[in-house]
């Protein structure tokens, strides 16, 4: 009372506390959100009648939050409905998404300003804001962004996110193919060699922290960034970004293998390149008709013909999406993926003796198939959707007739389902988050009669294996063929006898058993990690060894990794079947520690990583007996791909009843967990039998890193004492058994 009144609001409250969404608390969410949120809504609510109503919000919630800011670009997103919401009613409003304030400010008062500057944001001038300020004000926009931002440089260090249809219209040229910078040799000819030297590390250093997020001033360039936490799936971004900013090619090995800042910029200085020059590279070709096959095709079409009615080689993906969706739309953006993608139009086919990709030009896919479950309650749709997803995923495909591809949408009471199946031979699991990513996209833009902004396209898997084979019939592999030859010449005893019947006789049976890692253990594993020079795969993957090693009564085993085989910037968003397979073997000791049992996976995964270019088909072909085979159980680790999706809440995969070999693990890091399952030959190994297997992965992992100074033996002992010594029974009976050794 007494106080004039109050004709405007200018909302500014703002605090931060970065942290992962898998750290966050309630207390630590609200901490954030609540100056925003509710400062916002409650000024809104008790002041109706203003002459003018100024929100500041961030520009966090039109460009996307640097990593640990999840809660603070909620709260601005909120800000921003609450200026919709006002200009919905009539009222005054400006909500201004403010970008870096330079010398005032959160931002200015932490560390984040350096830290955005490497996604392309720059510090706004006090002088320039508070013009722009003025302006923005007397506009009478509702909602503007006031950004100092690089957007090349804001593209290149967010590509997924700059990918979006949200972002169709900022900076919409594609960026050229990587290729060696004139410009930079020619900036380098002018400077003497300490000025060269400092400016090769400094903007190596730029590139090397905008991929681990990181400050550059805070990375000492003689460190190994193995030590930063780099994994082989960041080596690959890396070494695409190094191509692209300084014409350089490490291979993914070299980095793991700890090179340096300084290094990378000695050789780039002395005009070398890191790894295998670029001369050689997969060239366009024609986008249909017959084209060769794959080593891998190769083998796949010898499985369908064996087993034409096994489900095997088939990948099911279930997109879970937070709407339900229009059949009609749906297949729409089905037929526009089959047209981006050529590899959607391809059959395999024999001619001249000989098996082939046969793409066809038209873009054709069968007539999805629609589930209607809402008429369903709660307590049994799940059940229902289990059972369909599992029947319409165990149909087998006829690798001879394109698409090799279906898909079938489910109907809840809440929201749709997309089940899309596709076989081996057009996909892995790289390309399943392409083909999700494409998918989301494609609806979102369909959805808003907009283009779908998507990365161009500059190759197709058929280019990729004509470049394959040609290295292959060069003989510029036989060096790496020869490798392989000398390390399988002596097989150790195989993880599992022998079966009584070959695999395509059987059916291949199968069954998957959940996995989990806690956060806790992931944790002090990317601890052990740094410590050690290994990443998180080759963590994970030592676990496996010594699980086996414990419960098989076998010190020495091959066990096959999955490498994704994209090292080439150019296929990156191509669909197709890339992933090669790698036998590592390690030769375990009761009286090894598990950080030592990291150490030899490591050097085993990295030397096989060396010599990871000749396809697994071609290595059994002509560097073994025939009939022999050195893998039973396979390893695969990914992490959760960093895009943000418009209709896609969930994907899973779908288990279809069978398995392609003894054991495979699949992992998936997403956050500070670790999920995945055992997928399991059910002739070889009983459910129980898969669920103590399971069990003893995760319990060895923690108990590992909680006693890292115990031997492999005494780790074994401590399992056992804590529940009792169980048997891991085959179904054949108890000849076939195997106990835990220890």
């Known amino acids: 009372e007494g106080w004039p009144v109050i004709r405007g609001v200018v909302h500014s409250a703002g605090l931060i506390d970065d942290r992962l969404l898998v750290n966050t608390t309630r207390a630590s969410l609200l901490k954030v959100t609540r100056p925003k949120m509710r400062g916002a809504w409650h000024l809104h609510d008790s002041l109706p009648d203003l002459d003018f109503f100024i929100l500041y919000s961030s520009a966090t919630s039109l460009v996307g939050a640097t990593l640990g800011q999840g809660n603070y670009g909620a709260a601005n997103a909120f800000v921003d409905a609450v200026a919709r919401h006002r200009h919905a009613l009539g009222v005054p409003v400006t909500c201004i998404n403010w970008g870096i304030w330079g010398g005032s400010g959160i931002v200015a008062r932490s560390d984040l300003g350096s830290l ?22 007397t506009a009478g926009v509702a909602q503007l962004g006031i950004i100092a931002v690089d957007w090349p ?39 003497d060699a300490p000025a060269r ?36 799936i960041m080596a690959v971004e890396l070494k695409h970004r190094l191509e692209a900013q300084l014409g350089s090619s490490p291979s993914v090995v070299e980095l793991l ?36 096959a794959s080593s891998l095709q190769t083998a796949l079409w010898g499985v369908q013909q064996r087993a034409p009615a096994s489900p095997v080689y088939s990948l099911p993906i279930a997109c879970h999406l937070s709407i339900r969706i229009d059949p009609t739309r749906f297949e729409e953006v089905l037929l526009a993926l089959v047209r981006r993608h050529p590899v959607l139009r391809t059959a395999l086919r024999l001619a001249d003796n000989r098996l082939w990709q046969s793409v066809s030009e038209e873009a054709i896919l069968p007539r999805p198939g629609v589930v209607d479950l809402s008429m369903l309650d709660a307590a049994t749709v799940d059940r229902a959707l289990a059972d369909e997803m599992r029947r319409w995923a165990s149909v087998p495909f006829d690798v001879a007739q394109a698409p090799m591809m279906r898909a079938t949408l489910f109907d809840t009471p809440t929201h749709s389902i997309c089940l899309m199946n596709l076989h081996h031979a057009v996909i892995d699991g790289w390309s399943a988050s392409v083909l999700v990513r494409d998918l989301d996209a494609l609806y979102a833009a369909s959805a808003a009669g907009e283009t779908p902004a998507l990365p161009a396209l500059e190759l197709s898997f058929a280019d990729f294996v004509d470049w394959e084979q040609d290295r292959l019939d060069r003989g510029e592999l036989d060096e790496q063929l020869a490798y392989w030859r000398e390390k399988l010449a002596d097989l150790p005893p195989p993880i599992f006898k022998e079966p009584l019947a070959p695999p395509p006789l059987r059916g291949f049976p199968g069954r998957q058993q959940l996995a989990v890692v806690d956060a806790d253990v992931v944790r002090q594993l990317d601890s052990l990690c740094r410590d050690t020079g290994a990443t998180m795969f080759m963590a994970l993957f030592a676990g496996l060894f010594a699980t086996l090693f414990g419960t098989r009564h076998l010190p020495s085993m091959t066990i096959g990794a999955a490498r994704s085989n994209r090292d ?15 036998a590592v073997r390690a030769d375990l000791g009761t009286e090894d520690r598990f950080v030592d049992v990291v150490k030899k996976v490591r050097n085993a995964t990295i030397d096989a990583f060396d010599h990871c270019e000749v396809p697994y088909e071609h290595v059994t072909r002509h560097a073994l007996p025939p009939g022999a085979a050195p893998i039973q159980a396979v390893f695969v680790f990914k992490t959760t791909p960093q895009w943000l999706p418009a209709v896609v809440t969930r994907v899973e995969q779908v288990e279809n009843g069978t398995s392609k070999y003894e054991l495979s693990v699949d992992l998936t890091r997403s956050g500070d967990v670790v999920r995945g399952f055992f997928e399991y030959d059910s002739d ?26 115990a031997t492999l033996g005494q780790l074994f002992a401590t399992l056992l004492k804590s529940s009792a010594p169980s048997s891991i029974v085959g179904s054949q009976g108890d000849d076939e058994s195997e106990r835990f050794a220890f």
């Open 568 to 582: 080439l910037a150019s296929l990156q968003n191509v669909l197709g079947c890339f992933v090669n397979l790698l």
């Open 197 to 232: 030297h400092a400016h090769l590390v400094r903007t190596t250093s730029e590139i090397v922290a905008s991929i681990a997020r990181m400050d550059p001033d805070t990375i000492d360039p003689d460190r190994p960034l193995n030590d930063l936490g780099l994994d082989s």
């Open 257 to 292: 293998r700890g090179a340096s800042i300084t290094k990378i910029a000695n050789q780039r200085g002395a005009a070398a390149v890191l790894g295998t020059p670029l001369s050689r590279t997969p060239t366009p070709g024609p986008t249909h008709g017959l084209r060769r």
């Open 684 to 709: 070889r190994l009983s459910a129980h039998a898969a669920t103590l297997l399971a069990e003893f992965y995760s319990s060895f992992l923690r108990t590992a890193v909680e006693t890292p100074g």
């Open 116 to 137: 955005m500057a490497k996604t392309g944001l720059s510090p706004i001038d006090e002088r320039d804001g508070f013009a722009a300020l003025e302006r923005a004000v």
């Open 153 to 191: 440089r804001w593209r290149s260090a967010l590509p997924t996110l700059a990918a979006q249809p949200y972002y169709s219209l900022v900076d919409p040229v594609q960026a050229p193919a990587a290729a060696p910078s004139p410009d930079l040799d020619r900036a380098l000819e002018k400077l």
